[in-house]
């Protein structure tokens, strides 16, 4: 095992990242894999809830909340649906946790992937942080599961703002 990493870098990030989930207008958050192998279902959907904004999913991640649950739009990518990229193009902020953010999902054309959004990459590993396709606003180095947890518990100190409206587009897209 490695050294225990200190909690003060992702306290930091959190801070960021509630920053600009305050000042979302129209947030998602994908859902990867990799909170499973955290074993963080149970969190990540308590979180979404929390959260209340749309949630979309990698093709591997795509069960990680119920298909007819209200917050879920669709899946992304060249094998997602019309509503989770519809959802996805038209967001203005990035929320991705566990995914590798793979060429399937971003494709050829990265530079117009969420093309208006700010975007957070949650991944354990480093180096899927710096890959040329998908640049993040805030690369986030930490365990799905970790971040999901710390986000949850630091939500109270903000208030949440109402995104009804655009959760409502969202799920029009998706019927």
Not at 7 to 36: D, M
Not at 57 to 84: C, E, K, M, Q, V
Not at 99 to 127: C, F, H, L, M, T
Request: hydrophobic residues 40%; proline residues 5%; positive net charge.
């Amino acid at each position: 095992p490695g050294k225990e990493k200190s909690n003060n870098k992702i306290n930091a990030q959190i801070a960021k990242v509630l920053s600009l989930i305050s000042e979302a207008k129209r947030p998602v958050f994908l859902a990867g894999h990799g909170i499973r192998i955290a074993g963080a279902q149970k969190q990540f959907l308590e979180l979404a809830e929390k959260l209340g904004i749309p949630v979309l999913s990698t093709f591997n991640g795509f069960d990680l909340i119920p298909s007819d649950h209200p917050l879920y739009i669709g899946r992304i990518g060249t094998i997602g649906d019309r509503a989770g990229n519809f959802a996805l193009q038209n967001c203005d902020l990035y929320i991705s946790v566990g995914s590798r953010n793979n060429i399937r999902q971003v494709s050829y054309n990265w530079n117009a992937y969420a093309r208006g959004a700010k975007k957070v990459v949650v991944d354990i590993d480093p180096e899927e942080l710096k890959k040329a396709t998908l640049k993040p606003d805030l690369a986030i180095e930490a365990d799905a599961g970790e971040f999901i947890v710390f986000l949850k518990k630091e939500l109270n100190k903000i208030n949440l703002p109402n995104w009804r409206e655009w959760v409502d587009w969202c799920r029009m897209r998706k019927e």
